[in-house]
């Protein structure tokens, strides 16, 4: 089993940066797929970006190419999500989450463990 924390949300002004981390506990998170996750207030939980076990596939949604990049470091049990070049539409809740399995995959419901989300907060 895995346990997710996020951090690194706040406010920043439209073109600034944020990096978000999630840190796991667990031996076996070098053996998960993770994604970052986004939600804001009346929408449905998106996919922002994901990443496998070995970091050797990457998925990045269209809205992000470009901007974020995902990365991790299983040694640290630790995956990164820089945003560069926010925009007042990132507003959202971010959530990263696992699962244990080498695939990637956009749907939340494929993904096991979940951590409590960040706020991310873009001003125009």
């Known amino acids: 089993q895995a346990q997710l924390a996020e951090s690194g949300g706040g406010l920043v002004q439209a073109g600034g940066s944020l990096r978000l981390s999630c840190a796991a506990s667990?031996?076996?998170?070098?053996?998960?797929?993770v994604g970052w996750f986004r939600q804001a207030p009346g929408k449905e939980r998106d996919i922002v970006a994901a990443?496998?076990?070995?970091?050797?596939?990457?998925y990045y949604a269209d809205s992000v190419k470009g901007r974020f990049t995902i990365s991790r470091d299983n040694a640290k049990n630790t995956v990164y999500l820089q945003m560069n070049s926010l925009k007042p539409e990132d507003t959202a809740v971010y959530y990263c989450?696992?699962?244990?399995?080498?695939?990637?995959?956009?749907?939340?419901?494929?993904?096991?463990?979940w951590g409590q989300g960040t706020q991310v907060t873009v001003s125009s």
């Open positions: 989450a696992a699962r244990s399995s080498i695939l990637v995959t956009v749907k939340p419901s494929e993904y096991d463990y």
């Open positions: 667990g031996r076996t998170f070098s053996r998960y797929t």
């Open positions: 990443i496998s076990y070995s970091s050797g596939i990457t």
